[in-house]
């Protein structure tokens, strides 16, 4: 990625329920989440407090702050 900087923003995983299998999988895509924002020189990962796929409804606050830091950081 170029140097700029980047928020990846994750919703928790550590309601996920079901099968082992869900769970493996929702602990490989929060690597996989980790890992994206270690590939940007100035990227950060944060993990937001609900387990709702749509954080921009659900925690509009987290999503608003993050767009500013990136801003601020330009």
């Known amino acids: ?7 990846v923003i994750s919703h928790r995983i550590d309601r996920i329920s ?7 999988r929702a602990r490989i895509w929060m690597d996989m989440q980790s890992e994206l924002a ?3 020189v100035h ?6 407090a609900t387990d709702d796929h749509y954080i921009q409804l659900s925690e509009p606050k987290l999503v ?3 767009i500013r830091d ?3 950081r330009l």
Not at 1 to 7: F, T
Not at 18 to 24: L, Q
Not at 43 to 48: E, Q, S
């Open 1 to 7: 990625l170029p140097e700029i900087p980047v928020v």
């Open 64 to 66: 608003v702050e993050s």
């Open 43 to 48: 990227g950060r990962h944060v993990i937001a």
């Open 38 to 40: 270690r590939t940007a």
């Open 70 to 72: 990136v801003i601020e």
């Open 18 to 24: 079901g099968s082992d299998t869900k769970a493996k």
